[in-house]
């Protein structure tokens, strides 16, 4: 019987994988850079961040997801009013006047860093890779950025997490340990003041996860992942303003996932926002501007799914800095990131 187990769950992890096999994030319209490389260098300043996704409280040996990321410009060319320029000391670049006369960035090249780690039970995933874009300069106050991913992933399996009744049993004889593939990225990315708009593409490359060496067992693989997104910037007044978004996400085998989120944003110094991921969660979100070097936000989940009797939600924080920020403000980032 406990052959039967421990091989129906070796199965189960190596079959042909119609499953979303990355992580999930609710904050991602603070920092889309993890979904799109296509933002790489979209900025004047090193935009770093580091974050810590909890998923399902309550249950036992539920995902945790921890990232860090960073990406810069590899350009000087600051123009008057546009992503990468400098303002007026005290100016506001979230504020209505100053995205009035916002102009176009001129082309320059990004690239970036990230490193993810997730974790579900007895299995885990570390992705880490770097990114480039080249950001266009179109007509009047638009950008459009091509950027690609190129990186690694290891997929690991704890043996000694799965109990068992006797030390050694033949059902983990031929169970490799950890795996490494190669993996690839690309994402575009069209901008302007007031909008975004994205679509990206993660595991492109067809590769198999072999955790099971026995040949009675198939080999499970990496599908894609599919993201379109889009946001656009309403001013309420000239401190406040509201940021209405949307994001499309579809993975091989599994229905397509839409989050509808809103954020409102008070003088570019703190921020809150709620999201609802169909079928799944409601979100509250709240985040703050430090001067012009760190950023904190915070989002809590709450799980709409049958999850929810057993579960009292997810919990996810980022910390981020703004290194060699030119920006004299609370935060040189724009609020639609």
């Given at each position: 019987m406990l052959f039967r187990y421990i091989s129906c769950f070796l199965f189960i992890i190596t079959i042909p994988a119609f499953s979303q096999q990355r992580p999930q994030y609710t904050q991602y319209i603070f920092n889309n850079y993890l979904l799109n490389p296509a933002l790489s260098g979209i900025e004047n300043y090193m935009d770093v961040k580091v974050g810590h996704r909890s998923q399902w409280a309550g249950i036992e040996n539920a995902p945790k997801t921890s990232f860090l990321s960073a990406h810069w410009n590899l350009s000087d060319n600051y123009l008057w009013r546009n992503p990468l320029s400098l303002p007026e000391k005290g100016d506001d670049p979230q504020s209505r006047s100053y995205t009035q006369n916002y102009m176009s960035s001129p082309a320059h090249h990004g690239m970036g860093v990230m490193a993810v780690s997730d974790k579900a039970g007895p299995i885990s995933r570390f992705d880490a890779g770097i990114t480039y874009a080249y950001h266009l300069q179109l007509s009047?106050?638009?950008n459009l950025a091509v950027g690609i991913y190129a990186g690694v992933s290891r997929i690991t399996l704890d043996l000694s997490a799965i109990k068992l009744e006797t030390a050694i049993d033949p059902a983990l004889a031929s169970t490799a340990s950890s795996q490494f593939n190669p993996d690839l990225g690309m994402g575009l990315w069209f901008?302007?003041?007031?909008?975004?708009?994205?679509?990206?593409?993660?595991?492109?490359?067809p590769q198999k996860f072999v955790l099971d060496n026995s040949a009675n067992l198939e080999a499970g693989k990496a599908v894609p992942h599919l993201f379109l997104t889009s946001?656009?910037?309403?001013?309420?007044?000239?401190?406040?303003?509201?940021?209405?978004?949307?994001?499309?996400?579809?993975?091989?085998?599994?229905?397509?996932?839409?989050?509808?989120?809103?954020k409102f944003d008070y003088k570019d110094k703190i921020w809150i926002g709620g999201s609802y991921r169909k079928s799944d969660s409601f979100s509250a979100m709240l985040g703050f501007n430090f001067k012009n070097v760190v950023n904190l936000t915070y989002a809590y989940d709450l799980t709409t799914s049958a999850l929810n009797t057993i579960s009292s939600g997810s919990h996810e924080i980022v910390l981020g800095f703004q290194l060699n920020n030119a920006y004299q403000v609370f935060s040189g980032g724009r609020s639609w990131r």
């Amino acid at each position: 019987m406990l052959f039967r187990y421990i091989s129906c769950f070796l199965f189960i992890i190596t079959i042909p994988a119609f499953s979303q096999q990355r992580p999930q994030y609710t904050q991602y319209i603070f920092n889309n850079y993890l979904l799109n490389p296509a933002l790489s260098g979209i900025e004047n300043y090193m935009d770093v961040k580091v974050g810590h996704r909890s998923q399902w409280a309550g249950i036992e040996n539920a995902p945790k997801t921890s990232f860090l990321s960073a990406h810069w410009n590899l350009s000087d060319n600051y123009l008057w009013r546009n992503p990468l320029s400098l303002p007026e000391k005290g100016d506001d670049p979230q504020s209505r006047s100053y995205t009035q006369n916002y102009m176009s960035s001129p082309a320059h090249h990004g690239m970036g860093v990230m490193a993810v780690s997730d974790k579900a039970g007895p299995i885990s995933r570390f992705d880490a890779g770097i990114t480039y874009a080249y950001h266009l300069q179109l007509s009047g106050m638009n950008n459009l950025a091509v950027g690609i991913y190129a990186g690694v992933s290891r997929i690991t399996l704890d043996l000694s997490a799965i109990k068992l009744e006797t030390a050694i049993d033949p059902a983990l004889a031929s169970t490799a340990s950890s795996q490494f593939n190669p993996d690839l990225g690309m994402g575009l990315w069209f901008y302007g003041a007031r909008f975004f708009a994205g679509m990206s593409v993660q595991q492109i490359l067809p590769q198999k996860f072999v955790l099971d060496n026995s040949a009675n067992l198939e080999a499970g693989k990496a599908v894609p992942h599919l993201f379109l997104t889009s946001g656009y910037k309403l001013f309420i007044d000239e401190q406040i303003s509201a940021v209405p978004s949307f994001m499309l996400k579809r993975v091989e085998g599994l229905p397509v996932s839409l989050d509808a989120n809103i954020k409102f944003d008070y003088k570019d110094k703190i921020w809150i926002g709620g999201s609802y991921r169909k079928s799944d969660s409601f979100s509250a979100m709240l985040g703050f501007n430090f001067k012009n070097v760190v950023n904190l936000t915070y989002a809590y989940d709450l799980t709409t799914s049958a999850l929810n009797t057993i579960s009292s939600g997810s919990h996810e924080i980022v910390l981020g800095f703004q290194l060699n920020n030119a920006y004299q403000v609370f935060s040189g980032g724009r609020s639609w990131r």
